[in-house]
């Protein structure tokens, strides 16, 4: 396996390993940003309204259960006919991967909107705060957390799955495990794997870094280092967050 990833002739070319992490990177990314676009805005109306819950419990974990490969194949049947071109096979593909991508989600937003503190909300709104205002300066900021962590677990399970895109003959790194066993290659099929697992790992590190980055310190219980207007600096150990100073 490392003689594998060491050889230069495997870097190179139209079916080199930077080529195939391309191709994976591609279906993974567009598949997560429309699930997001389906699922993060439903999760907010469900959290808002507390209408269609039973959608979180009954369709998040039927999604769930879905055979991916299985799947895979029946829309490749009932599509690939309509569409001539190589898009009759990446469109089931992306299919199978916002499926894959939409429960946690929707979960995670749907839980983050509903665990805001109601004493929060009740504060803004005595304020006089529209609905609108307080879901975006209230409910959303503090359900930040919950919602990465949905988007990061669906990114995780897209870029493990997107593999089965190599199954009806299209790339990213899950032709490394498809033609490995064609060949009885193991070396190559390992390899394979083991560039998956580093690509989700460099993700998932990704976005919590991010995540860290963008949340309110309020929130992560971090401290900061706080100037009070005289111009004396707290220490980090006692330091509020700005605002509260």
């Known amino acids: 396996m490392i003689n594998y990833l060491f050889d230069p002739a495997h870097w190179s070319g139209a079916d080199g390993i930077p080529t195939l992490i391309g191709e994976h990177l591609i279906y993974s990314l567009i598949a997560l940003a429309i699930a997001a676009v389906i699922a993060v805005p439903l999760g ?13 419990a009954g369709l998040a974990n039927a999604l769930r259960a879905l055979p991916s490969v299985g799947l ?8 690939s006919p309509a ?9 089931p593909s992306l299919i199978v991967l916002v499926l894959l991508a939409v429960p946690p989600i929707l979960t995670n937003t749907y ?6 503190d109601a004493a929060a909300v009740d504060a803004a709104r005595g304020m006089g705060f529209r609905t609108m205002k307080i879901l975006t300066d209230v409910q959303l900021p503090c359900s930040l957390p919950l919602m990465l962590s949905g988007v ?10 997107a593999t089965i895109a190599a199954y009806i ?26 560039l998956v697992a580093l690509l989700a790992l460099f993700f998932d590190q990704l976005l919590a870094f991010i995540t860290r980055r963008v949340v309110s310190p309020g929130l992560t219980r971090r401290t900061v280092k706080a100037t009070l207007p005289s111009g004396e600096v707290i220490p980090s150990e006692t330091a509020k967050t700005p605002t509260a100073v």
Do not use: E
């Open 111 to 116: 839980a983050g909107v509903r665990a805001v």
């Open 83 to 91: 569409f001539p071109s190589k898009m009759g096979y990446i469109l």
């Open 44 to 56: 907010i109306y469900i959290g808002v309204t507390g209408k269609g819950v039973f959608m979180i």
């Open 169 to 194: 003959s299209l790339g990213g790194l899950g032709r490394l495990l498809i033609d490995g066993k064609a060949q009885n290659d193991y070396s190559q099929m390992v390899a394979g794997a083991v």
């Open 152 to 161: 990061r677990s669906a990114l995780l399970q897209i870029i493990s799955t």
């Open 72 to 79: 895979l194949i029946l829309l490749v049947l009932l599509i």
